[in-house]
């Protein structure tokens, strides 16, 4: 009989919940425009979008005379363009955000050249870098050879990166400059390293892995990425429709995991159409 386990630590992180909390109540008192995706989940983003909340990337484009900083961050040159325009600005940069970009600051100030672990383009990494004179983004070992020599190093990383793949950043920037000072600051958050840590464990335990996490979820592709080291069949979906029966044919057990931004509700409706597809009437506790 087939079965399904969910990984024990799956789906949205208090960050995210308090961010779509504050938008949804800010929206019942006065229109509110969100610079740019409040969270890479398309369930999510419909549910504000029914509420009239509006999502811009052009601040020229906004309506609206408030505006919300997304779960991500931003850097502070953004806020006082923001401000420039005569908009109000909502904060709503996830704490864990907040605190790496103190510490990128901090690390500036002792004299240290920020490097930054993770996706250059992304809205954290872009609110960490912004307000800086000089920094480097890596997101791979290989790209440590792009990096010039400094004296002293400070390492941080984006929340949402693999804490094993930082750690190997890190010790390829200790390899190749062996004179300069390379201080790391740990700044994977804790509910990156629980996901991460959990979809090893389901991927172990499964033949069939589902992520589910809209494509422009950071985190949810690193979890992909994680689970095809230890499974050979992982398929990232979005929503229920995009999961196919033949993924199932010939396989005992079924893993369901989820990024930072994936509501309760599309996890179970994700198991359900599983549960339908493949057959499968019993449940499974979470694998500990």
Sequence with gaps: MKKIIRAEHAGMCFGVRQAIQLALNTAGREPLTIL?????????????????????????????GLVMVTAHGASEAARQKAEGRGLRVLEATCPLVKLVQRTVT???????????????NHAEV?????????YDVVSAEVEVATVAARPRFGVVAQTTQPIDKVRRIVAALREH???SEVRFID????PTKQR?????????????????????????????????????????????????????????????TAGTSTPDELIDAVEARVRDLARCPVLAAAHN
Aim: net charge negative; hydrophobic share 40%.
């Design 36 to 64: 740019g995706e409040l969270v890479h989940n398309e369930t999510v983003l419909a549910q504000l979008r029914s509420r009239n909340i509006q999502m811009e990337d052009q601040l020229q484009r906004v309506a609206t």
């Design 177 to 179: 400059f062996p004179d």
């Design 187 to 190: 700044t994977v958050c804790l």
């Design 196 to 256: 991460q840590a959990a979809a090893i464990e389901l991927a172990q335990h499964s033949q069939v892995v589902l992520v589910i996490g809209g494509p422009n979820s950071n985190n949810t592709r690193e979890l992909s990425a994680t689970c095809r080291r230890h499974c050979p069949r992982v398929f990232q979906v979005q929503k229920p429709e995009d999961i196919q029966a033949d993924w199932f044919g010939a396989v005992d057990t079924i893993g369901i």
């Design 106 to 120: 901090d690390l500036v100030s002792q004299g240290f050249h920020p490097v930054i672990i993770g996706s250059r």
């Design 126 to 134: 872009r609110g960490l870098t912004e307000d800086l004179a000089a």
